[in-house]
């Protein structure tokens, strides 16, 4: 009737191995780009320090400084200290009191708008 089927060859052993690592590096591959084009949650965290300081609004959220809706350069020194562009000589304990120092040394003046970062 029917005739038994012939071994598997070293050849389709081969090519079923081939074609199965193929399969799974490109699965493994495409799974970071997959996962961050899900949607992600659009609520930004609550500041950690909000304040009007002389006449000014601060708003601080970890290291990213805000005053007036515009934000402030600032960077983290390695002592744990922060500086920013307005007030480059002079370190602050915290990203508020830099804030606060930047509202000093600005007056009346506004920051100029962030341009694009590129990376």
């Known amino acids: 009737m029917y005739a038994a089927a012939a071994p598997p060859t070293r050849r389709t052993v081969l090519r079923t191995a081939f074609t199965a690592a ?15 084009r899900r949607p992600r949650s659009v609520t930004a965290p609550a500041p950690l320090a909000e304040e009007t300081y002389r006449g000014r609004h601060i708003a601080v959220q ?8 515009r934000r402030l350069h600032v960077m983290r020194r390695a002592d744990g200290s922060y500086l920013s562009g307005i007030n480059h000589f002079e370190s602050f304990a ?8 930047a509202v000093d040394e600005l007056g009346t003046a506004q920051l100029a708008q962030a341009a694009p970062h590129h990376g």
Do not use: F, K, N, S
């Not at 970890?62 to 809706?69: C, K, L």
């Not at 915290?94 to 120092?101: D, I, M, Q, S, V």
């Open 22 to 36: 193929v399969l799974a590096g490109t699965a493994a591959a495409l799974a970071p780009v997959l996962r961050a």
């Open 62 to 69: 970890q290291a990213d400084v805000w005053i007036d809706g």
């Open 94 to 101: 915290t990203p508020l009191e830099l804030a606060r120092a």
